[in-house]
């Protein structure tokens, strides 16, 4: 039996000892009845006898040691026991698990660290993103790769494309799940109930079920994706595979991330000596000018490079799209609210932008319903386009064959083992054993292909846990949930996830609905409160991105020479570090900020909740938004809101006409002016340098150092996006830890 080096070994002990040391301190003090201490001290002694008597583990302990962490954490979430205590118990098993493991290449160590620390600035950044202006762009995570491992022993392709892989599933996740947080802290008047549902146990209870549940909900059908030209993951394995023989976008990344850095640091420090604001401009002059503090902090420009950053990637059309839009609900503070310094959040629930909202919102459905019928061909166009084809080819030497796609005769064999796999009981068991048994040899006898069943047994144990956990035990004050809801809801999950990569893999854009129209009927039907039927389709969205994230990593793993199992490996990983770092996260940004407010108006859960409650009062015979209009008659009040639904709606069809982002307009509307301004610097960054290049498509070598330059440009402002988000996390943790101490 293999054995660990002495220093391993007493390092090892030296940990779990004084684990069991502390959590035998804490007993002593009185909590000896308590079950998180029991439990830690049984986790840290049994730790500490391992360490000493066995060697490394294997894949498979590797496996069930990692299971029983997460299982033992959202056990204690679930029943109540959660503690510092239950935090470094988990803490230990996982500290076990990668000290006694022997990873092989690209999976390693290194691999695996920096994609934890890499994931960690990543899952904030989109958080971050999410909350302060609805979009998310996981921006630069090849590149802190590429920088870190360079650093450390020299770069791999490979072992950056793990890194990704565990960074960006991680960001994937939590922000899939974010929605329910932001709109209870909004939407529920009871501040008490508020308090008791956004803390790290639910957080986690919620993005770990859809995380685990979800992760392979597309697997048995990525074959179907493959040959789509995915446009955001193939210019991202070029650069991964770029990188390597590339020295000085590292050193251009590190520009960005060090301007950043420090120009946020000072800020911070600023703010803390002063005790003034500096989060926009002119509202930060009050002390020089202080008439100033008259304007809302809202209004100006933020002080943020990662907004800055974020115009350039978002680009430059989008940007002024987006500004149209603020400029819009800013006429509504001068010629509604008189230009009054109220509150952000305020400002923002006025039903007039709601409605503008609702209807642009519509205009994107309605178009990629048309879009999609557009792509569909009916039988007399396709007898059409067979005789334009045999008509065109009838001179050539060549012969043109038109096969029917539902039934190739090559694809009979499959069709009928996939029927029999779905049908036949008796196969389903034998080949459940077989994977358990041995999941390595079951995967390699099917050529690494996944059965269907395995994604709907997946739905299966979702709906048994879901019933279980918010239907039965309802550990959580407020969220209970109906069974049937989970029954009739969680089938269309899967549809939806469906699409929604169909649309990534297509167009590189995220557009699913179908898990959204879920909560009319649950809502209208089931009549739940708001934090249940948010916290819902929550998860839901939460068992989407989950299955995108390996899908998505699948394919860059493809790419780029990793195989398959390795990127599951390291998207579980970036599910695991999801659930635990987005949680801690998402909690000390709402401890520490809030949600609603200027600092994160959280604009997509600000949509979200107006349709949930919108919805509930239509149950009620009731028509949303009236109730803020007491001085007009319902009637004319129904006119006056509708005429801005159909407003909206109009002008997003004529903005989809013309190849515009409606999406960004409805963003515009609903995220500071502050915000959208200084998104504006990035954006005339984008402009000069397309302005550049179409300037020099006349001369070849013109167009290859146009090419350079923006390349370049994109490094230092993906340093910069990191810079910033780098340098908050470390404030929020900080702060919030102050808070607590």
Known sequence: MRRFRRS??????????????????????????????????AIEAALLVISLVRGPIDKKGLLYILLAAIGYFLVSAI???????????????????????????????????????????????GIYLALKIGVVYFIGAELLGAIILGIWGGYTPEENTIVVAIANSSGFISVGVLVVFPAV??????????????????????????????????????ESFEDDPWPQIRPQAECIIALG???????????????????????????????????????????????????????????????AGIGYFVGWKRTLVLLCGTLTTMMFWVILEGAAPIPYSDHLHRPEIIYLVLGVFASVIFKDIISSREREMSPAEFQRLAETLMNTNSHDDTEAQLVERPHKAEDIPKLLRVKEELFSIETLREEILEMVRSPREYMRSRRGKMPPWVAFTSMVLFTITGIIVFSILTPFAGVRLPWLLFVFGTPLAMVSAYFTARSISETGMLAGYISDIISIPAILFFRVSFQAITTFMAMLGGL???????????????????????????????????????????????????FGGPEFPAPVAQLFGFLVTSIAVIGEF?????????????????????????????????LGK???????????????????????????????????????????????????????QSQVLSGIVAGEAIVTVVWVMWNALALFA
């Not at 590292?250 to 120009?263: C, F, L, Q």
């Not at 390996?550 to 659930?579: D, N, P, S, Y």
Request: proline share 5%; net charge positive.
């Open 8 to 41: 391993t070994r007493a390092l090892m002990a030296g940990l779990f000892g004084t684990g069991l040391f502390y959590a035998l301190l804490v007993a002593f003090q009185g909590r000896w009845s308590n079950l998180d201490v029991l439990s830690a001290i």
């Open 79 to 125: 029943f109540g026991f959660f503690s510092e205590i239950t935090v470094m118990a988990a803490g230990g098993l996982g500290t076990y698990t990668f000290i006694a493991s022997k990873p092989k290449f690209p999976l390693t160590k290194r691999a695996m660290v920096t994609g934890i620390s890499v994931g960690v600035i990543m899952t904030f950044l």
């Open 185 to 222: 802290a909004i939407f529920v008047e009871d501040v008490a109930l508020v308090n008791q549902l956004i803390t790290i146990p639910f957080i986690a209870v919620v993005t770990a079920m859809s995380a685990f549940f979800g992760i392979i909900l597309l697997v048995p059908f990525r």
């Open 245 to 307: 023989s590339d020295p000085t976008s590292k050193a251009n990344v590190a520009i960005g991330i060090g301007a950043s850095a420090t120009w946020v640091a000072t800020t911070k420090v600023v703010e803390q000596v002063s005790g003034s604001s500096l989060a926009s401009i002119p509202n930060a002059l009050e002390p020089v000018i202080p008439a100033a503090g008259s304007i809302p902090d809202w209004i100006g420009v933020a002080n943020s490079p990662l907004l």
């Open 544 to 594: 989407q991105d989950a299955a995108l994230a390996l899908l998505v990593h699948l394919k860059l793993g493809r790419l780029t020479g990793v195989r398959g199992r390795e990127i599951l490996k390291a998207v579980f990983i970036g599910m695991v570090l999801g659930t635990i770092a987005g949680s801690v996260i998402t909690y000390m940004l709402y401890r520490t900020y809030g």
């Open 622 to 654: 009731q028509l949303p938004g009236i109730s803020d209009l007491p001085w007009l008659h319902p009637l004319v009040a129904l006119v006056y809101l509708l005429s801005f639904g159909i407003v909206g709606a109009i002008v997003g069809l004529q």
């Open 658 to 712: 013309r190849g515009l982002s409606a999406i960004s307009l409805a963003v515009g509307l609903l995220i500071p002016p502050a915000t959208a301004v200084a998104m504006l610097f990035g954006a005339f960054i984008d402009f000069r340098m397309e302005r550049i290049r179409n300037h020099d498509l006349a001369n070849d070598e013109h167009i290859s150092m146009c090419e350079q330059r923006r390349e370049k």
